[in-house]
């Protein structure tokens, strides 16, 4: 479907052979893998045109760029407000969680960026809709502040519930 997407002009030929190559590095990378690593930095992709990934790249012509809004907040904001679908009683290493805790890794590891998280108000919590296992990875290695995509139709009521939270402008 990808190669289909690329012919027909709607995905970019270079960026999708780029993640296709990463994730081959990042299969080899795994094999020999035998701990996590000790210290990751989390690296975030801020382009508009990649938001489509915080849904595990699925159908970019149905996630647009300019319908999400990014903030910035601190994790512990987010942290204490999640719901209980979107928190974890076990850490990102855990083999329930490792798979795919990896690609990330790796991506990090490489100084790679990856796509914000998604999340949405629901009632009083916060609810992650994309990009679970990245959140708590950046969570597990301590991340202090970091950026998340909203859905620009649900912007005041997370801003609501995240008073402290401060709207930053993606690139292009």
Known sequence: MTAMFVVEGKRDEEFEVTLADVEKQCCK???TL???PSDLKAEWDLDRAHFYL???????ALHPGNDYALIEVAVADVHEKLTYQSSRDKDSWDEQYRGRSLGTAFRWLNGLPVTPPLIARVGDEIAIVGGNHRYHLAH???TKRMPFLV???NLASVLDLLPNAVRIEPAA
């Open 29 to 31: 990378w795994t094999e």
């Open 54 to 60: 915080a849904h595990d790249g699925e159908h970019p």
């Open 34 to 36: 035998e701990r996590p």
């Open 140 to 142: 597990y290695y301590q």
């Open 151 to 153: 859905l620009k139709e």
